[in-house]
């Protein structure tokens, strides 16, 4: 197991999906989230799940509901509460919405986050940056902190003011993203697929 803990971030808005899509069942889970959460318990030995409201939720987990003193939906929000509420000095940030991540991806990251003195390690899938798959640092408290007091979520311009470890991969299919209800009903055949064909 790695010794850092993971946060799964299912406190968005899904505006696009036009119901909460952390909630959304998710083959033989009730919800998206408890998908990923089995998923990833064999791989890290604490995991939380990031969220505006945990009463939501109808099973038991270790939650870190957003600091009530900021009243957006952006994940600046998530980050400083994070950063502000474990003692750690870096975490694996994962959104909800990331069904397909695999143990191989994670474990490359912890190793290339390990190699230099990074304050965020993220993922690269093609030309698409995915900073809700990655490693980010204590280092960043401030960084969030400035984002909220001056309302400027634009998360990786704030990355790339910092020492910023891009790691690349090949796989499409591990970073897909359920946004919106299209995207739900592909994931929940590409599911089927895979575990029909294991």
């Not at 994670?106 to 190699?115: E, G, N």
């Not at 003195?117 to 093609?126: E, L, M």
């Not at 798959?133 to 401030?142: D, F």
């Not at 984002?147 to 796989?171: A, I, T, W």
């Amino acid at each position: 197991m790695l010794d850092l803990p993971c946060v799964i971030f299912a406190g968005g808005k899904s505006s696009r999906m036009g119901e909460d899509k952390s909630l959304l069942p998710f083959g033989e889970f009730a919800t998206l989230t408890q998908f990923l959460l089995h998923k990833l318990t064999p791989i890290f030995s604490t995991i939380y799940i990031s969220c505006k409201d945990r009463s939501k939720f109808s099973f038991e987990a270790s939650f870190i509901e957003d600091d009530t003193s900021f009243d957006t939906y952006a994940p600046t929000v998530a980050f400083y509460t994070i950063l502000n509420t474990i003692k750690d000095e870096r975490f694996f940030a994962i959104s909800v919405d990331t069904p397909f991540i695999t143990d191989d991806i994670i474990k490359a990251l912890d190793r290339s986050d390990r190699s230099g003195s990074f304050d965020a390690s993220v993922a690269k899938s093609g030309d698409q940056l995915e900073p809700l798959c990655g490693i980010y640092h204590a280092s960043l408290k401030r960084s969030f902190l400035s984002m909220l007091q001056n309302e400027d979520h634009k998360l990786m311009k704030m990355l790339q003011s910092r020492s910023l470890n891009v790691v690349e991969f090949e796989s499409s299919e591990a970073f897909l993203n359920l946004n919106h209800p299209k995207e739900y009903q592909e994931a929940l055949k590409l599911l089927c697929y895979n575990q029909t064909n294991k």
